[in-house]
């Protein structure tokens, strides 16, 4: 796997839920056929469109979970996961909004450029997100034990290789 292909595994591991959700319902919407996109890209533009915040939410959550057992987050690593927690919560209430204002505009009266200027924000979004998700995992993965580092390192680098089996 290539090292751009990991940091996009990585990073759909850790804010699935604020980059691909928000940004296929924005290809839904713009009824981009350009790329090939997930499964759920195809579905009805009622079915595609912005998630309800509390359905976004409970998909974050689901994940917070299942990343918590994965990870195998000790009682005295619960603080440094809180941070981690914390940031995967901040990021969906971001992509959220952004959601919800390109769904409150009319499709048929964006150009080309507000397109690529809405895309930009989601970009921003995710990136800014990125930085403060990497900086509170960073936290928690220094205070690992290294064997369960080496969990962790299990985990990030099989959901790099089950997401490109899924999508390849």
Do not use: C
């Not at 009622?46 to 998909?59: I, K, L, V, Y």
């Not at 299990?154 to 790099?160: E, I, L, P, Q, Y």
């Amino acid at each position: 796997m290539t090292s751009f292909s990991r940091a996009i595994a990585i990073s759909t591991l850790l804010g699935a839920a604020m980059f691909v959700g928000p940004l296929t319902a924005m290809a839904a919407d713009n009824g981009a056929q350009a790329s090939p996109q997930p499964a759920h890209a195809t579905m009805p533009p009622s079915q595609t469109a912005a998630p309800a915040p509390e359905a976004t939410r409970e998909t974050v959550e689901q994940r917070i979970t299942a990343l918590h057992a994965s990870l195998q987050i000790t009682p005295n690593e619960e603080t440094s996961w809180n941070g981690v927690s914390k940031a995967m919560r901040e990021n969906a209430v971001v992509m959220d909004r952004l959601v919800a204002e390109k769904s409150a505009r009319d499709p048929a009266s964006l150009t080309a450029l507000d397109d690529l200027k809405t895309y930009e924000k989601f970009a921003q979004a995710h990136v800014n997100g990125l930085k403060t998700l990497t900086s509170s995992f960073e936290t928690l993965y220094k205070a690992m034990p290294d064997a369960q580092r080496k969990v962790a390192d299990h985990v990030f680098s099989t959901f790099g290789h089950q997401s490109a089996a899924a999508h390849g």
